[in-house]
C-alpha cells in the first residue's frame, strides 16, 4: 500500500502518511552510496527492505486503534511513504492521538499460511510479485527484513567482504513505538503526515550492542538465529519520528 498522498482512495477514512527517510550515523543516504565501517572501511549500501505491519494510533485514554496496514519498503532508491487508513466510524468527530507504532514484519496469522504469497493479489506487498524475494519457499514463512552490502578493508580496494542480514520467524516480529512530544488530532477525511528516520548504522551498533560485519556478518536466521535476533534488537531500537 505504498503510495502519494494524492493516492488516497477512500476519503471518508482519515489517512496518515509516514514519509520515511535513510539515514547513516544521522546523514541522510540512498541506496547503492558508500558510507563508512568503524571510522575508516567503505561500506557500500547495496539493499535493504522491510515490512511495516499494521501501523496504528493511540488516543489521549490509552486506547490503540489499528489500520490493519502492511507495507513492503525498499529505499529504491532513498525515501519512501507509506500509508494507512482509519475507519470513518472511528475517526468522525476528531480523535486526539499521542503515540503511534507498526510492526517489523508479517503477522503470525498470515506468516505461515501455506504457500502464503497465492494468497494475495500479485502485485499486494505479501503477493507473488509484490513480494518477490521476501518468501523463502524452503521454510515457508516471510522474510521480515534484510539488509545487504559490502565492505572493503580500505579507500581504494575492492569490496570483497559481503555482509546480510534476513530476518524471519515470529519471534523475532519487532514493534517500534513512538511516543508524540504533543498530541495530534486527526478526524475522517483528514490526512496528516508523520516524518520517519532509519538510521542503517544503528542496526549494526548502538551503546548496547555492536555487530561485527568482518568475521560475523550473515544470517539467514535458521543458520545463525542469534545474530538475527541481535539484529532486529538494534532495527527496533534505529527508528526516529522528527514532531
Known amino acids: 500500500m505504498v503510495g502519494l498522498t494524492s493516492c488516497w482512495k477512500n476519503k471518508d477514512a482519515a489517512q496518515i502518511d509516514l514519509n520515511i527517510s535513510l539515514l547513516w550515523n544521522g546523514q541522510e543516504v540512498s541506496i547503492t552510496d558508500t558510507v563508512t565501517y568503524q571510522g575508516s572501511m567503505p561500506l557500500r549500501l547495496e539493499k535493504f527492505k522491510t515490512y511495516i505491519d499494521n501501523i496504528s494510533i493511540r488516543d489521549t485514554d490509552g486506547n490503540w486503534i489499528s489500520s ?20 470513518a466510524t472511528e475517526m468522525r468527530r476528531g480523535l486526539e492521538i499521542d503515540a503511534l507504532k507498526f510492526g517489523i514484519g508479517v503477522p503470525s496469522e498470515i506468516n505461515f499460511m501455506d504457500n502464503a504469497p497465492i494468497n494475495f493479489d500479485n502485485d499486494h506487498p505479501l503477493g507473488v510479485i509484490g513480494g518477490a524475494g521476501m518468501y523463502w519457499t524452503w521454510e515457508t514463512g516471510y522474510i521480515f527484513s534484510k539488509f545487504e552490502g559490502k565492505i572493503a578493508l580500505a579507500e581504494g580496494e575492492d569490496f570483497t567482504i559481503p555482509f546480510a542480514f534476513h530476518t524471519g520467524l515470529d519471534e523475532l516480529y519487532r514493534e517500534v513505538v513512538f511516543e508524540l512530544n504533543s498530541s495530534v488530532v486527526i478526524a475522517a477525511e483528514e490526512q496528516h503526515s508523520f516524518d520517519i528516520t532509519l538510521d542503517l548504522a544503528q542496526t549494526i551498533s548502538s551503546t548496547d550492542d555492536e555487530l561485527d560485519l568482518i568475521n560475523n556478518g550473515i544470517t539467514h536466521t535458521l543458520n545463525n538465529l542469534e545474530l538475527a535476533e541481535r539484529y532486529v534488537n538494534l532495527l527496533e531500537d534505529a527508528w526516529e519520528i522528527d514532531q
Open 68 to 87: 490493519g496496514s502492511i507495507d513492503l519498503i525498499e529505499f529504491m532508491p532513498s525515501n519512501e511513504v507509506t500509508v494507512a487508513e482509519f475507519a
